[in-house]
Nanobody, 122 residues
Framework: QVQLVESGGGLVQAGGSLRLSCVAS????????MGWYRQAPGKQRELVAT???????NYADSVKDRSSISRDNYKNTIYLQMNSLEPEDTAVYYC????????????????WGRGTQVTVSS
């Protein structure tokens, strides 16, 4: 089995910064794209940023000028640095790993973490 565990969320004032981390654990052989999604109360889950195994990033327009996603393939970990946070960034942030191959499983599977709360106060 594979687990994704997020960390780094919390309460921050508008204009502040946060660094989120997500670690994938288990008998992992390889992971495809990984990324961050968020869901605010009453809204659908939306993409924040993704990164390929070759470290090519992709950002939502709402965060691209103030965020940076990175990845450590050896540690099966991704990070999201968010700066100039706004109250509109308040949401639960979820980590996702796609096309995960692990020992004992023939076909790749996709996984979600349980999320970490980010609250930005005005």
């Amino acid at each position: 089995q594979v687990q994704l565990v997020e960390s780094g969320g919390g309460l921050v004032q508008a204009g502040g910064s946060l660094r989120l981390s997500c670690v994938a654990s288990g008998s992992i052989l390889s992971i495809g794209d990984m990324g961050w999604y968020r869901q605010a109360p009453g809204k659908q889950r939306e993409l924040v940023a993704t990164i390929t195994s070759g470290h090519v990033p992709n950002y939502a327009d709402s965060v691209k000028d103030r965020s940076s996603i990175s990845r450590d393939n050896y540690k099966n970990t991704i990070y999201l640095q968010m700066n100039s946070l706004e109250p509109e960034d308040t949401a639960v942030y979820y980590c996702r790993a796609e096309s995960v191959y692990y020992r004992g499983e023939r076909s790749p599977l996709d996984y979600w973490g349980r999320g970490t709360q980010v609250t930005v106060s005005s």
